[in-house]
Structures are given as structure tokens and as C-alpha cells.
């Protein structure tokens, strides 16, 4: 019943731009602290940010900080991901997740998990 959707993904080149877009469905969005994490081929799936129900508060591991923004919009039931300055290590498969803890930095800390959407970055 819960689905969360991310979309935004596709190829760009290095130094690009994407913004990736997760809408949620079948809860109570902002009752639910949101994240977004990566996993590239080969590698174990990392956190990129997360961001608090009312987005106050957010936290970014190390591949996010200074080049991705995470935010919400909870009129829409969606959470979003800015990329900035893309690089080919940034390829990966990027999943939006829900959980109900605050600033959850661990993926065992969340209860819902979306499909994920591709991105690739040429060099």
C-alpha cells in the first residue's frame, strides 16, 4: 500500500545537473522523516541525506555535503533531491526512503523503501 516513487534520473555529463523527485503514497507524509540514499555497482548503499518531516533539520554524509540539497514539499507528499556538480563516482542507483526516527542515518532505521531511479554521469 505504501509506495514510494523516485523519478528525476537519467545520463549527464560531468558538472551537470539533476533533481531527483520521490512521491510518496499510502502515508502520512509528514509524520515520516525522509532519505535518500546510493548504491553503485559493486559497492555497499550509502547515505546521501535526510531531512526531518517538517525539513528543518537536515543531515548530509559525505557525498552529499556542499554539492546535493535535500528538501520536502509536503503539500505534494514529495521529497527531492538537488545534485549539483556531478561526477562519475556519483553513478548509481539513488533510493528514497521513510522513516519514523528523527535524522535516521542508518537504512535499518527505515520502514519504506522506493524502487530507485538511475543516475549516470559520463566523464
Not at 84 to 101: I, W
Not at 102 to 119: F, I
Request: positive net charge; aromatic residues 12%.
Amino acid at each position: 500500500q505504501v509506495q514510494l516513487v523516485a523519478s528525476g534520473g537519467g545520463l549527464v555529463q560531468a558538472g551537470g545537473s539533476l533533481r531527483l523527485s520521490c512521491a510518496a503514497s499510502g502515508l502520512t507524509f509528514n509524520n515520516y522523516n525522509m532519505g535518500w540514499f546510493r548504491q553503485a555497482p559493486g559497492k555497499e548503499r550509502e547515505l546521501v541525506a535526510t531531512i526531518t518531516w517538517s525539513g528543518d533539520s537536515t543531515y548530509y554524509g559525505d557525498s552529499g555535503k556542499g554539492r546535493f540539497t535535500i528538501s520536502r514539499d509536503n503539500a505534494k507528499n514529495t521529497v527531492y533531491l538537488q545534485m549539483n556538480s556531478l561526477k562519475p563516482a556519483d553513478t548509481a542507483v539513488y533510493y528514497c526512503a521513510a522513516a519514523v526516527r528523527v535524522l535516521p542515518l542508518r537504512s535499518q532505521e527505515y520502514r519504506y523503501w522506493g524502487q530507485g531511479t538511475q543516475v549516470t554521469v559520463s566523464s
